[in-house]
T-cell receptor, first 107, second 117 residues
Framework: TQLLEQSPQFLSIQEGENLTVYCNSSSVFSSLQWYRQEPGEGPVLLVTVVTGGEVKKLKRLTFQFGDARKDSSLHITAAQPGDTGLYLCADSNKLSFGAGTTVTVRA | GAVVSQHPSRVICKSGTSVKIECRSLDFQATTMFWYRQFPKQSLMLMATSNEGSKATYEQGVEKDKFLINHASLTLSTLTVTSAHPEDSSFYIC?????????????FGPGTRLTVL
């Protein structure tokens, strides 16, 4: 059984600051997805990464996939209140989800 | 593309009644859909895998007679919570899997908030 650990569990920052959240797996990812979930809504896909060492950028979000494909990070530059939410990493093939990082960006 | 809908978005019912939740893939066909349950401030808990044309596969600890799943077509799966009790109150989310080139990615519905009085 694949175990996904996300850190930190909670993160509260001021608007304009940068933040990084992490995802570590007990086994190699088949593929890794990052989702953001807002209260009362379903998770929304942000990115899928497959190749070790891969870096993807989505506006102010930068996703890195470790060379060994067992860890990943999500970095947000100049965070905005709209970035507030629960960030989940997942291996969709294995139906594994991390516990999530709750990010709060204060105006 | 890859839009998944759920209906209803919210439901309040009396204890002992049954509630049906629908999950639809709007712009793609999904031979496999998934049902999750989520408690406040927690991650998703997989309940079952819904397979089109065959019986659902339930995770350990999930009562199949309590949570009836039917995958009637390639775009529709339903979850029926039978004889609901207050402890069944939760946020239920479905997803459908889509092959995006080189990876299977799950696309989620907006969720259904069930409150059992």
């Amino acid at each position: 059984t694949q175990l996904l650990e996300q850190s930190p569990q909670f993160l509260s920052i001021q608007e304009g600051e940068n933040l990084t959240v992490y995802c570590n797996s007990s086994s190699v990812f088949s593929s890794l997805q990052w989702y953001r979930q807002e209260p009362g809504e379903g998770p929304v896909l942000l990115v899928t990464v497959v190749t070790g060492g891969e870096v993807k950028k989505l506006k102010r979000l930068t996703f890195q996939f470790g060379d060994a494909r067992k860890d990943s990070s999500l970095h947000i530059t100049a965070a905005q209140p709209g970035d507030t939410g629960l960030y989940l990493c997942a291996d969709s093939n294995k139906l594994s989800f991390g516990a999530g990082t709750t990010v709060t960006v204060r105006a | 593309g890859a839009v998944v809908s759920q209906h209803p978005s919210r439901v309040i019912c009396k204890s002992g009644t049954s509630v049906k939740i629908e999950c639809r893939s709007l712009d793609f066909q999904a031979t496999t859909m998934f049902w999750y349950r989520q408690f406040p401030k927690q991650s998703l808990m997989l309940m079952a895998t819904s397979n089109e044309g065959s019986k659902a596969t339930y995770e350990q600890g999930v009562e199949k007679d309590k949570f009836l799943i039917n995958h009637a077509s390639l775009t529709l799966s339903t979850l029926t919570v039978t004889s609901a009790h207050p402890e069944d109150s939760s946020f239920y989310i479905c997803s459908a899997s889509l092959r995006d080139g080189y990876a299977d990615t799950q696309y989620f519905g907006p969720g259904t908030r069930l409150t059992v009085l």
